[in-house]
């Protein structure tokens, strides 16, 4: 599993593009999942970007991405799950101190995120706690959910 995680680290730049193209055409659909029902909807699209994220980033289905903000790393991986940087124990080799064979996750999300445009900025936003009702939910539809609301919020304020 570490080989393709750390390949989609190497390949930062184009995932994030693909990334956020997914999202927004995800955002798009909105009314659709609407009409649907976003618990429907979620039924079969969580498994999906269980199976898709968790091959490709080795991700843990948080139900709160943070991939497009770390360099296409996922923080869950951290044995410590730490979510804002490295804890103090990463080694001289870059390695994680729980887990010696593994590069530590935040490592490579440094290096993942200087390929990303304005990755380098996005590592450095400060990530909320994990809110432990969100495992197990699709992230995606979770962004969709944040980015309308904050799209009716900026309409509702002009």
């Not at 750390?6 to 798009?28: C, D």
């Not at 290096?111 to 380098?120: A, L």
């Not at 809110?131 to 939910?137: A, F, L, N």
Request: charge should be positive; hydrophobic fraction near 35%.
């Amino acid at each position: 599993m570490y080989r393709v995680r750390y390949w989609s680290i190497r390949n930062a730049w184009w995932l994030s593009h693909l990334y956020r193209l997914w999202e927004n055409f995800l955002v798009a659909l909105h009314p659709v999942w609407q009409w649907i029902g976003y618990h429907r909807v979620e039924k079969v699209l969580e498994p999906v970007e269980g199976v898709v994220k968790g091959f490709l980033f080795d991700t843990h289905s948080c139900g709160q991405c943070t991939l497009g903000s770390t360099g296409m790393a996922c923080p869950m991986n951290c044995p410590k799950n730490l979510r804002n940087g490295p804890c103090g124990g990463v080694r001289a080799d870059g390695s994680c101190e729980i887990k010696p064979e593994m590069t530590c996750v935040w490592v490579s999300a440094w290096e993942g995120s200087r390929k990303m445009r304005d990755g380098e900025q996005a590592i450095q936003v400060i990530q909320p706690p994990l809110d432990e009702r969100s495992r197990g939910s699709s992230s995606w539809l979770n962004t969709v959910r944040q980015r309308v609301q904050e799209q009716s919020a900026g309409n509702n304020a002009v």
